[in-house]
Nanobody, 127 residues
Framework: QVQLVESGGGLVQSGGSLRLSCTAS????????FAWFRQAPGKEREGVSR????????AYEDSVQGRFTISRDSTENIVYLQMNNLNPEDTAIYYC????????????????????WGQGTQVTVSS
């Protein structure tokens, strides 16, 4: 059974930084891609970033490119999202998600591929 637990959210001023963590418990016999999504009040959920099982492939949504960095600690199986130069538009609940994949290089860009979700962590950026 896959379990995802996010942490690291909080309140930060505009221009500040936060690092989100997603501790993943997954079957050792399977591969998973991981992604961070976010949902702001009154808005649809959107994908922020994703990473392949081997950590070699990553992708970012345009508005966070150059500010956010996704990474994976394969030893501890923790997925990080380093968020720099935050602005009020980044305020949202951030969710970690996992997608079962057949290749260590895969990182699906379709939301429905992500079958497992964490409970979310709130990020609030004040102006």
């Amino acid at each position: 059974q896959v379990q995802l637990v996010e942490s690291g959210g909080g309140l930060v001023q505009s221009g500040g930084s936060l690092r989100l963590s997603c501790t993943a418990s997954v079957p050792t016999s399977d591969y998973y891609a991981f992604a961070w999504f976010r949902q702001a009040p009154g808005k649809e959920r959107e994908g922020v970033s994703r990473i392949s099982w081997n950590g070699r492939n990553t992708a970012y949504e345009d508005s966070v490119q150059g500010r956010f960095t996704i990474s994976r600690d394969s030893t501890e199986n923790i997925v990080y999202l380093q968020m720099n130069n935050l602005n009020p538009e980044d305020t949202a609940i951030y969710y970690c998600a996992a997608a079962p994949v057949a290749s260590v290089w895969s990182m699906p860009d379709i939301t429905r591929a992500y079958k497992f979700w964490g409970q979310g962590t709130q990020v609030t950026v004040s102006s």
